[in-house]
């Protein structure tokens, strides 16, 4: 019995000696023990766009304070 | 001050902007203020629809960033680069550019500005200048802090970030408060040749 385990184990150790050996240029199915290939990237020459300089961040902040003035000058002319 | 001090203390606040809610006066200024930026929004809206569907950039955008490239210039940048495409203007140095897109050219806050102008003071004459007057200051810090963000970029570091994200937007919204706080100061100047 021991042997035939044995022998099991031997044979799939060797059919995955001969898995590993197949070389296989898709990256999806490289093996974990040979040097893994990197996926090739096309590599793209064009530089990222320069950074933007946005204004208009603190639109509702500027709306909400010209409200408030509008109110305390309302707010005043109640009091007078 | 504790908790149910401020909670009391922002319910008071609440029920008085309430109370100045129904007073007519305040009421109006809030319909034309807002109403007003609807209406100019709208139209600033068609507007860029319309040069997009032209497929150019659109004014406002380039002349902002041909003054800022000038202003870079005479400021001693030198080689600095000014080009334009769909989405917006590119100006400085050859890999240390900016990018100049619709949301920096100013305009938008320039129409805030105008809406409470409109909304304080109503349609008049001296409003209309004011605005003028108001648009020309906006756009006169935007193109400077564009100039001189081109400028830090040339001279390098991080401190270009701080001032990107910091420095001249607080600038900007401070002119705006200010030139709402000298408002009444204004219309007092105006009217004075009205009563002579």
């Not at chain 2, 609440?14 to 930026?37: E, H, P, Q, V, Y």
């Not at chain 2, 304080?120 to 004459?125: I, L, V």
């Not at chain 2, 994200?165 to 105006?190: A, E, G, H, M, T």
Request: with cysteine; glycine share 8%; hydrophobic share 45%.
């Amino acid at each position: 019995m021991s042997k035939h385990i044995l022998l099991a184990i031997l044979t799939f150790t060797a059919m995955q000696c001969f898995g590993q050996q197949q070389k296989n240029n898709d990256p999806l199915f490289n093996n974990w023990f040979t040097d893994q290939q990197k996926p090739i990237i096309p590599q793209n020459n064009t530089p990222p766009p320069p950074p933007g300089v946005p204004l208009d961040g603190g639109l509702i902040a500027l709306i909400a304070a010209g409200s408030a003035m509008g109110y305390k000058k309302y707010k005043n002319k109640n009091i007078e | 001050m504790n908790k149910n001090q401020s909670n009391s203390n922002f319910k008071k606040q609440l029920r008085s902007f309430g109370a100045a809610f129904s007073d007519k006066g305040f009421r109006d200024f809030i319909i034309r203020f807002l109403s007003t930026l609807f209406l100019l929004t709208i139209i600033y809206e068609a507007y860029l629809w319309f040069t997009e569907q032209q497929r150019e950039l659109d004014w406002i955008t380039y002349k902002v960033s041909e003054l800022s490239h000038a202003l870079a210039t005479a400021l001693g940048v030198a080689n600095c680069e000014f080009s334009c495409f769909m989405d917006g203007c590119r100006i400085g140095v050859e890999g240390k550019m900016i990018n100049v897109l619709e949301g920096c050219n100013g305009l938008m806050l320039a129409l805030v500005y105008a809406s409470y102008i409109v909304g304080s003071g109503g349609w008049k004459w001296s409003s209309l200048a004011q605005v003028i007057i108001g648009i020309i200051v906006v756009q006169f810090f935007n193109v400077l802090r564009i100039g001189m963000l081109v400028v830090l970029r040339d001279l390098g570091g991080d401190i270009y970030f701080f001032f990107i994200k910091y420095v001249f937007n607080v600038l900007i919204y401070i002119s705006i408060l200010f030139l709402w706080i000298l408002k009444p100061y204004v219309d007092r100047f105006f009217e004075k040749p009205n009563e002579a």
